[in-house]
């Protein structure tokens, strides 16, 4: 299969991520120079191709910097399988709990997810057309108004059957007449409430849990395939016609898909595409105490070696071999250091980058140049109850200075910070907002601190509430 990967140099990858992500060029640099050697190894001969492994990375900065949003952008604009997981949840092999392998399993069901939904696109103009002739045959049913329909012995008799007084030509025009009537009346939105019951697919005994070396929550059924071993079964819901329509719509997607084929062309895409971000690393660097809750963490280092270096993992989409996905690791390491981990897997993340803590001016920038920056998406949330909310530039900048105040003063999160200031700064208007009518709120630097000063100042505040 060819690959979906981005022909974008390591400059327009970085000016991707500084769309959402304010700052920290390094790691931009670092994450982008990995996307493209992922687009330079498919352009090798396949003889070459498999000689030349991922570089995995090791970032390191306090929370709430970035870490996790520039993988799950980069994942994006790759158009790459992706999973998030913390190294935390995960246990030595023979202690209770979910073992490393597990997120190669989630990896496969992601990838899943992403090639069917892409072929669900491929075949949406074809499945529209089967789907709105079944919600017609549904109205048809149910909206009176069409054509009387010919007598039954038309349908019944075994021999022919003369019925000189129905007209099978008039019926089936007059039907055809109706049936445009009625998508017309539909695409109007006259049927927007009308309800009606769906005859669909359903899969039994989908879902089961057993205990195993895998960790329980493995054995789910394969849900891309909604027979799986126990069968399905038809089964009639009540819906209204929009509910119906989405219904039918997947079913009728999924009898034009190749099953097989997304299974095994998800297998490829993550094994050559794929991304694992693995947070909280740090949490299981150090030395073991011996006892206690710490007595596994280096022996989940050592089982994430073979994964990161290169093995074959057993999903129920089938074998996934591991050679060529993107790991990124990441942590804070403030208590423990990079040093700590296991000289082995020190050597499976070769590249190191480090994430500066963010700035007041940073924050400044975070509420207002990315394209999902929190002042836009109060803006967009309030607008939809009619309530207008401007910030003035120096409103911004009280926040962001507050926001580093507070920052100093208790825990370090980052930018996170901005989103407890916010909601304490919008808590009344939110709740307000559909009662008060439509109305232009302006927050200006004077308001800000009216609003913020009381909790910013009051040590014993700023780590409860903020």
């Known amino acids: 299969m060819s690959l979906p990967l981005e022909e974008l140099t390591p400059q327009q990858i970085v000016a991707e991520l500084d769309v959402y992500i304010v700052g920290q060029a390094a790691a931009k640099r670092a994450v982008a120079v990995a996307l493209r050697n992922r687009y330079r190894r498919q352009r090798l001969n396949a003889e070459d191709r498999d000689d030349v492994m991922p570089k995995n990375i090791l970032m390191i900065g306090p929370t709430g910097v970035g870490k996790t949003e520039i993988a799950r952008r980069l994942a994006k604009i790759a158009r790459a399988p992706f999973i998030k997981v913390e190294a935390t949840k995960f246990t030595e092999v023979g202690y209770v709990g979910r073992d490393v392998e597990s997120m ?49 012995a038309v349908y019944w008799a075994t021999e022919p059957v003369e019925v000189p007084e129905f007209d099978q030509e008039k019926y089936e025009r007059e039907r055809e007449a109706w049936r445009e009537q009625l998508a017309t009346r539909w695409q109007a939105g006259e049927f927007r409430d009308h309800s009606v019951e769906v005859d669909i697919e359903e899969a039994q005994s989908p879902f089961f849990q057993v205990f195993s070396a895998q960790g329980m929550e493995e054995m789910g059924m394969d849900m891309a395939n909604p027979g799986g071993a126990f069968g399905s079964k038809r089964v009639t819901r009540r819906a209204n016609i929009g509910e119906a329509f989405e219904v039918v719509l997947e079913e009728e997607s999924r009898k034009l898909i190749d099953s097989a084929g997304v299974k095994r062309d998800a297998i490829i895409r993550a094994e050559q595409t794929g991304i694992i971000f693995i947070d909280e690393i ?17 022996g989940v280092q050592r089982d994430l070696l073979p994964v990161i270096e290169g093995s074959t993992v057993q999903t129920k989409f089938g074998p996934l071999k591991t050679d060529h996905i993107l790991f990124i690791a990441a942590g804070a390491f403030h208590i423990s250091k990079p040093s700590d981990l296991i000289p082995e897997l020190q050597g499976r993340l070769p590249i190191r980058v480090e994430l500066e803590p963010l700035s007041q001016n940073d924050f400044a920038r975070i509420l207002t140049e990315p394209r999902n920056a929190l002042t836009r998406q109060y803006e967009l949330l309030l607008g939809t109850e009619g309530v207008k909310v401007e910030f003035t530039a120096d409103a911004i900048q009280e926040i962001a200075t507050f926001a580093s105040m507070v920052n100093e003063k208790t825990e370090n999160i980052g930018a996170r910070r901005l989103h407890t200031m916010m909601e304490k700064l919008l808590e009344d208007l939110l709740f307000e907002a559909p009662e008060c009518g439509a109305k ?19 040590f014993e505040k700023s780590r409860n509430v903020l």
């Open 282 to 298: 740090d949490k299981v660097a150090g030395k073991n105490g011996g006892s206690g809750p710490d007595v596994s963490r280096e």
């Open 440 to 458: 232009t709120v302006i927050w200006d630097a004077l308001a800000i601190r009216a609003r913020l000063e009381p909790f910013v100042y009051n």
């Open 104 to 152: 190669v399993r989630d990896l496969a069901a992601a990838s899943v997810r992403l090639v069917e939904a892409e072929r669900f696109a491929e075949v949406r103009e074809a499945a529209e057309v089967y789907a709105k002739e079944r919600i017609l045959d549904l109205l048809e049913q149910t909206i009176p108004g069409g054509p009387d329909a010919p007598p039954l």
